[in-house]
T-cell receptor
Framework: GAVVSQHPSWVICKSGTSVKIECRSL??????MFWYRQFPKQSLMLMAT?????????EQGVEKDKFLINHASLTLSTLTVTSAHPEDSSFYIC???????????FGPGTRLTVL | QKEVEQNSGPLSVPEGAIASLNCTYS??????FFWYRQYSGKSPELIMS????GDKEDGRFTAQLNKASQYVSLLIRDSQPSDSATYLC???????????FGSGTRLSIRP
């Protein structure tokens, strides 16, 4: 149980375009979802926390207008990287919690490369 | 002071030996503690959770918690090369819904 999927697993895009990443909880209702970014050989960095039906809470230094998060249902959250630039190239990972679960469960991640 | 601290390593352990990974945390009221394993290029995977003082065993893994010392550890017995990964300690502080992650300890099991 507690399976989280992400799509796409990797994406290459041109600078200036927008990219949408989907995160789904497959076998539980995710009341809270978290979006992380990880650069090579570095720690996980929490970008934002979203609760179903509410606006996301962004960590300090994360531009909410650049990283749009929508948590429209208890099984789906999306992260849209708007006007992507090469410095946005990173490994984006979502994580989800459910009301009856302790701990967070991670999706497999999306590797974004911006040319 | 970081909320969750781990030695970054690398920690090198011979195959078959016990690997010992340590973590300290700052919020004395924390109630939930987790160990995640992250292979290079992959996302973290939950391997152990512990909530009360003492030891919790699951196969070759043992998590140890000492709330008085604000210390959590993970022991891996009979270490295998496949255990080579980064191990993340995570703590849920008393007042937060989100889990705070340490920066991870890189473990290398040498054949």
């Amino acid at each position: 149980g507690a399976v989280v999927s992400q799509h796409p697993s990797w994406v290459i895009c041109k600078s200036g375009t927008s990219v949408k990443i989907e995160c789904r909880s497959l076998d539980f209702q995710a009341t809270t979802m978290f979006w992380y970014r990880q650069f090579p050989k570095q720690s996980l960095m929490l970008m934002a926390t979203s609760n179903e039906g509410s606006k996301a809470t962004y960590e300090q230094g994360v531009e909410k207008d650049k990283f749009l998060i929508n948590h429209a249902s208890l099984t789906l959250s999306t992260l849209t990287v708007t006007s992507a630039h090469p410095e946005d190239s990173s490994f984006y990972i979502c994580s989800a919690r459910g009301t009856r679960l302790v701990g967070q469960f991670f999706g497999p991640g999306t590797r974004l490369t911006v040319l | 002071q970081k909320e969750v601290e781990q030695n970054s390593g690398p920690l090198s352990v011979p195959e078959g030996a016990i690997a010992s990974l340590n973590c300290t945390y700052s919020d004395r009221g924390s109630q939930s503690f987790f160990w995640y394993r992250q292979y290079s290029g992959k996302s973290p995977e939950l391997i152990m959770s512990i909530y009360s003082n003492g030891d919790k065993e699951d196969g070759r893994f043992t998590a140890q918690l000492n709330k008085a010392s604000q210390y959590v550890s993970l022991l891996i017995r009979d270490s295998q090369p496949s255990d080579s990964a980064t191990y993340l300690c995570a703590v849920r502080p008393s007042s937060a819904s989100k889990i705070i992650f340490g920066s991870g300890t890189r473990l290398s099991i040498r054949p």
